[in-house]
């Protein structure tokens, strides 16, 4: 059985995977089960390089952007004055 499924894998210039290796082997009239050719084919050290899957963390951080407002209260936000300083937080809100 391996002989076949390096045979398929060499004949397809080494772009078939398992699955459709698994294909092949019906179409020649092999009855094999799918993780058994995954079995053999990682025993053997094969793999599909071409369309292999990248897997990559995902990562929301864009840089800056925007421009960032002064810091002109410098936490300072008591006052002799009602109502002088005013503040809030608005990261969230996109204007």
């Known amino acids: 059985m ?3 499924i390096l045979s398929i894998f060499k004949e397809n210039d080494e772009n078939y995977g ?3 290796i698994t294909d092949e082997l019906h ?3 092999h009855q094999v089960n ?3 050719v995954y079995r ?3 025993k053997l050290g094969i793999s599909c390089i071409k369309f292999s899957h990248k897997t990559r963390k995902y990562r929301s951080y864009k ?3 925007g421009t960032i407002a002064k810091n002109r209260i410098n936490r300072r936000f008591h006052t ?3 109502y002088q300083k005013l503040t ?3 990261t969230e809100f996109k204007t």
Do not use: A, F, S
Request: proline share 8%; net charge positive; glycine share 12%.
């Open 2 to 4: 391996q002989g076949i």
């Open 18 to 20: 398992y699955r459709r």
């Open 27 to 29: 179409h020649r009239g």
């Open 34 to 36: 799918h993780k058994k």
């Open 40 to 42: 053999l084919m990682k």
């Open 63 to 65: 840089g800056k952007i």
């Open 80 to 82: 002799p004055y009602p």
């Open 88 to 90: 809030t937080d608005v």
